[in-house]
C-alpha cells in the first residue's frame, strides 16, 4: 500500500520560509511523477511544483522563483522549500505521486492527508 505522509507545515509571517516534506512508503515504481498541490479555502486544489524520475520540474507562474521543489532517498521523500512566504499562500498543501512522467500537473494516483501552511503578521 503506497502511503504519502506531509509534514511541515505551519504558521510563519510574511517574507518567511518553511520546508515542507513528504515521506513516501510502499511505492516501487522507478519512473515517476512527485508533487505539491494546494488548497485554500473557498478555492480550487492547484498544482504548485511537481517533478518526476529524471528531474523535470515544473512550477506554477504564482510560486517561480520562491519555491523549489527536490527529492531524496531515490524519491521516498519529496520537500519543498518556501522562501518569501505571503498571505496568499496560505493553504493546506499536499503532496501527490504517480507512476508516470509528470504531465502539468494532471491527476495524481496517490495522496497525502496534507499540513497546513498559514502565511500572517
Known amino acids: 500500500e503506497v502511503q504519502l505522509a506531509e509534514s511541515g507545515g505551519g504558521l510563519v509571517q510574511p517574507g518567511g520560509s518553511l520546508r515542507l516534506s513528504c515521506v513516501v512508503s510502499?511505492?516501487?515504481?522507478?519512473?515517476?511523477?512527485m508533487g505539491w498541490f494546494r488548497q485554500a479555502p473557498g478555492k480550487e486544489r492547484e498544482g504548485v511544483a511537481e517533478?518526476?524520475?529524471?528531474?523535470?520540474?515544473n512550477y506554477a507562474d504564482s510560486v517561480k522563483g520562491r519555491f523549489t521543489i527536490s527529492k531524496a532517498n531515490a524519491g521516498n521523500t519529496l520537500y519543498l522549500q518556501m522562501n518569501n512566504l505571503k498571505p496568499e499562500d496560505t493553504a493546506m498543501y499536499y503532496c501527490?505521486?504517480?507512476?508516470?512522467?509528470?504531465?502539468?500537473?494532471?491527476?495524481?494516483?496517490?495522496w497525502g492527508q496534507g499540513t497546513q501552511v498559514t502565511v500572517s503578521s
Open positions: 510502499g511505492y516501487t515504481y522507478s519512473k515517476h511523477c
Open positions: 501527490a505521486a504517480d507512476h508516470k512522467y509528470c504531465e502539468g500537473f494532471a491527476d495524481f494516483r496517490y
Open positions: 517533478i518526476d524520475s529524471d528531474g523535470a520540474m
